[in-house]
């Protein structure tokens, strides 16, 4: 009836403070910045998959991946694999086995399950066993790459009702918590509320006297006006306490609701499908309530005899139904026809002589009361035995005259059956010797009155015969005209019983939408809070910066780019022109020298000299080349050099020998147990 | 109808005219389940005693005469002996409250049964954590019924889960249709 909602914490349940921390699904270990984050939970994978399974933390100390342990390593990527692919990750341990084998074993099936998931690189045993850095960065990238999107997004998308809910009633209590407790007489208004023990007031309701008149197009009665602008009280003070004012405005609002949803309802459903108007619709209905009632209390007055009270209750029972009967033909129209009207209907108006006589011997008793109360009850104890004998004497006798009474009806209806099958046997008689008289008359003079029968025959048969032609003349358009009234009448059934379905469909497809509006609103509402509740202060426009700032960056370096690429190009110019250069004045000088070293001997040794200073000077071009080359293969080499010992190589090939060593021993001690054995 | 006829003209007749109408307008009041008028605003008119039984006379009279839907002249044939004033103001009254008088003892009828639910109450708590259990998230729903039994006002105050508040909610649908199908 009253309806409100209270967020209370039950006194039997121990208050915790709310934790604002939500356990973030991704780790944070992976990302960007992963050398600084210092707190990193693998709570995602761990909470779903299997709640008993402790969840682990990484120690304060470790800052990177690279000083990931083993363990670690092998619990994080079995974690990741619980969560994206279930039945895989769950057939896997998350904790390092003690034994060589099964580790080698745990890795080999973990290094499986990530190629099977799609991992492009490279991937072992010991990849787990013996981390490098990159390996491990690269391999956990790809697995949280890998995690369902789902739960991922579940944080971006607009949260649940109740979702909203639990995060402002926990909001509620945080702040509540916050408060300090103040001593009940030091209490400001708003601290009342929540500081307060206990409820702050029973909710009842009581009913109300509203001034609205039922039958609208009737002008009030004076004396009716007369009350409501003179004596009737202000809603707000008709309850005796203050508290249950709202409690009964809602009561009142929530029944007088209920009523009329409960009747349009019926309307709907049933009403619309008798094809009778409102007031038909309820006069009908109201008739067959009061002769379903009427029933039933009739067999209800049974007189038992084997009960206590049925000799006592019978006679008034009938009684009451007596004037039920009687109250039925002036029973008022009353505006509504909801079940509580009646109700009301059936226990008051249609017996108000009873009950108001009930009340009347009831209200006679009361008064009476306070008097001599001894003297009265012994005398009425009295009067009650005498009438109860009294009553036991007549209704016995009653149920003696009863029975004669049945006897008697019985002969009575035997009685007359058989007067009316004498009567009828009487009236035949009677017209067969009418007949017989009548053929007496006419027997003396035979042959005329046979003649003129026959012609009396002929005629009345003549007769019949234009008589028939004539109601078929008359039939024919008559039969017509009500064929075609059938098939009208039927055309108009069809047409009104597909209007009621499309009323029907039309009532459907309001309360549809209705719904579907409201649902629409509801969400649009929550879309908003949360719009509202997003920090305002991410603006784009950092980002924006941010990002012209790279692509400053990057055409910053495309032009140096280009420029040193210009100045190769230039260089490479310049030297392909003095090759040239060179070359030609080589050929000029190698000419002139030649042509002159024919004539003189000592013009051939310079000559000779030139050709020994252009070929070393060739070797010596050729040397600086191949040197610029080997140089650029040295520090190619260096920097491969570098990477092969990032990877460690050398050492995991030791720990690998290793490896196969212990494996070797733990496989020739259990052999030698199975031989033992 | 004469006995309580006669306590009234003794007893009505000791307040003046003016007051009546709005005295006699809280006594239909009390007869339709709201306050009834209280002896201290009245206090120098009539003694505790008499004040009952006032009450009690005046209240059985309009309980009559809205019950056997009496016709004006019958209420003023048996107000024959009372001053004009009274019985003006009582039959005034009588006609503007007849319809709720009827409501009231309509509503005295529904209530014939032994046990009848006269109001009742509920509150929604959210039970966030136990003593065992640091995220309870709990619904409860605690509901508290007045129940009238044998003219006694009982309150019966129940605390439900989210199950035992759909099988009351069940058993409650299931007696509605028990009803409607009475219709």
Redesign the interface.
Known sequence: ??????????G?????P?SAAFPTLRPAVLTENSEQTQERRWTGGGEEVDGGCKEREVAEDVDSVKQFSSELIVEAVVRCLRVIDPPLGNGLSPTLPPGMSARFRLGMSLAQACQDLGYKGEIGYQTFLYSSEPEIRSLLMFLVEKLPRASAEASDQPAGKSALL?KA??AQ?RAQLALPWVPPTCRLPLLCRTQSTG?SG??????L?LPYS?GLGKPP?K??S??YR??LLPVTA???QYASVP?SLLERHALDLSAAQEWENEWNSQGLLTRLSPEGYRSR?RAR?QK?IEEQLRAAAQPHPNSPHGPHSGPDLAEMLHSFGGATTGGTVLAKGT?FT???KF??TQE??T??QQ??AA??V???S?QSEEDLLAQQQDELQALQDQLKQLSIRMEEVGGDMKQLSVSIAQVSDELKQRELSNGEKEDSVRVKKQTIDLLPDAENNLAKLQTLVESSAKRVISLASQWEKHRAPLIEECRRLKELCSNRELESSRKLFEIKDLHDKIRQSADEAKKKEGLYKQLITEFENLPKDVSRCAYTQRILEIVGNIRKQKEEITKILSDTKELQKEINSLTGKLDRTFAVTDELVFKDAKKDESVRKSYKYLAALHENCTQLIQTIEDTGTIMREIRDLEEQIETENGKKTVSNLERILEDYKAIRQENSALAAKVREA | ?E??TG?MIKLLEKLPPSEC??FL?RVV?GV????PPRLRDYGNAWSLTEWM?LL??LS?FF??AV???YSDDEVEESLADLGSGQRDAIL??L???K??V??????R??GVSSAQLQ?????????????KI?S??MV?LSL?L?VKQDGVLKPVSLELNREELQTLINSLEAANKV?LQ??
């Not at chain 1, 039997?12 to 915790?16: G, I, K, M, V």
């Not at chain 1, 029973?202 to 009913?207: E, G, H, P, V, W």
């Not at chain 2, 009827?102 to 509503?107: C, K, Y």
């Not at chain 2, 109001?119 to 003593?131: E, G």
């Open positions: 009836m009253f309806k409100k909602v209270a967020c209370t914490v039950p039997n349940h121990r208050h915790l709310y639990q009633i926990s209590v409820m029973i909710f009842r309701s009581q009913a006297s039922k009665v004396e009716v007369d009350y003179d004596f008709q309850p005796s409690a209905k309530l379903r079940r009646h109700t009301e226990t008051f108000p002589e009950s108001a009340m009347a209200a006679s009361m008064p009476s306070r | 109808m006995n309580l306590i109408p709005k307008h009041d339709c389940g709201r306050d039984e009690d006379s059985s309980r009559i019950g056997k839907k005034a009254c006609k503007a409250r319809e709720e009827r409501q009231g003892l309509v509503e009828t529904n109001d009742f109450d509920w509150q929604i708590k959210l039970a966030l954590s136990s003593d640091s309870l998230q409860l508290s007045d009803v009475l219709k």
